[in-house]
């Protein structure tokens, strides 16, 4: 089959791969129907994640046609077109049992706090992802889907990751009705989590970044008040200013460790691998909250060595809620909004890319290249 592979920091490229077979009675083989680049994907792609082998398969959000299934396999069939959460989990133990998939205790021997996701390392359990033409999918009978009658493709495969992890990240914010909610970040997740945000009964929106063309997607996909940092000196005393100086009531953290940092977090982050990217939304949003506030974190996050201000966040009192979305935990809700017309989640699609120039996409989706929100990829045209 062909794949996607990874050839070091800022080289992927697609080859051929020996297909997936099947390893446990549980398994099933996904002939990958769609799949899509996400913003942790460039996390790998930089080279700022421990644990990225070359020859691995990146891609968490995919969704495809059941090829076939292990001899266990009760829920699904071959032809079955299935949705297939990021997270790879059990089921069955103590966390999954609480609905903690993405802590899940028995899928990722390689790490104490995140279960398995497909496609992100080897710190993440080294399971390869779904930027290719077919992929196993481990646990069949716990993780995937059948796509509901009434959910599109696009739709359906937004909801594995970006869509889900941007209404968990609202949720974690506990809002209450008419509270003022930061969203820092205006990728897909940020959007998302804007978007959700109004249907937790948020009284005002506000999404800062400093791409104009995403901060007009907020405006016009989330309704959002917006906040370009790059036209402030001091982007945290512009958030106090326009909340009345008390701060909001809630801050999402959709960023993660892609934020633009200093010279020192950049060349321990990037060019030393010293830790995982820089604190600098993360410090915005503690910053910028009121005090007794909530702050939301599920951008992506390797081991921050650099200062987080916690101190800060003690003295304030704040609320710190995050994790890695359990993301099948959100779909019955995700799917009713859907149905309902409150929520569309390829609105924010803007690139569809064949498999075998996805080298191009990654680099239009890292460089941010025209326009470029959320890349599609289109492994299978049939």
């Known amino acids: 089959m062909k794949a996607m592979v990874y050839r070091g920091p800022y080289k992927v490229r697609v080859e ?19 799949a899509a680049i996400c913003g942790s994907d460039l996390h790998l792609y930089h080279g700022m994640m421990p644990g990225t082998r070359v020859g691995m398969t990146f891609g968490h959000e995919f969704i495809g046609v059941v090829e076939q299934v292990g001899p266990s396999v009760q829920n699904l069939k071959p032809g079955d077109r299935v949705m297939v959460p990021f997270n790879v989990y059990c089921g069955s133990c103590y966390f999954c049992a609480r609905g903690l998939y993405s802590n899940c205790h028995n899928v990722n021997p390689n790490a104490t706090a995140v279960g398995g996701i497909y496609g992100y390392s080897h710190t993440c359990g080294g399971y390869d992802g779904g930027q290719a033409e077919f992929v196993r999918v481990p646990f069949a009978d716990v993780g995937p889907s059948i796509i509901p009658d009434g959910i599109d493709d696009d739709d359906a495969l937004l909801m594995t990751d970006a869509l889900a992890t941007g209404y968990f990240g609202a949720q974690l914010g506990d809002i209450v009705e008419g509270d003022t909610v930061a969203v820092f970040g205006a990728g897909p997740v940020g959007l998302f989590a804007a978007k959700s945000a109004w249907l937790m009964g948020a009284g005002r929106v506000i999404v800062i970044d400093h791409l104009e063309y995403r901060l007009e997607k907020a405006r016009s996909f989330a309704h959002a008040e917006t906040v370009n940092f790059a036209e402030h000196d001091d982007v945290v005393v512009h958030m106090k200013k326009t909340t009345d100086y008390l701060g909001a009531d809630v801050a999402i953290d959709a960023v993660g460790a892609e934020a633009d940092g200093n010279f020192l977090q950049h060349v321990t982050g990037a060019k030393l691998k010293l830790q995982g990217g820089s604190p600098v939304a993360l410090n915005w949003a503690i910053d910028s909250v009121r005090k007794g506030g909530t702050i939301s974190v599920m951008g992506a996050y390797g081991p921050i060595f650099s200062a987080v201000k916690f101190g800060d966040a003690v003295n304030k009192g704040l609320t710190l809620r995050m994790n890695q979305c359990p993301v099948k935990r959100q779909w019955p809700r995700l799917f009713e909004h859907i149905r309902n017309g409150y929520l569309k989640p390829s609105d924010i699609i803007t690139h569809r890319i064949p498999l075998e120039h996805i080298a191009e996409g990654y680099h239009i989706f890292s460089a941010k290249l025209d326009n470029c929100i959320k890349p599609v990829i289109v492994p299978n045209a049939g």
């Open 16 to 34: 051929e791969k020996d297909m997936p077979a099947i390893e446990h009675p549980n398994d099933a083989i996904v002939k990958v129907q769609r």
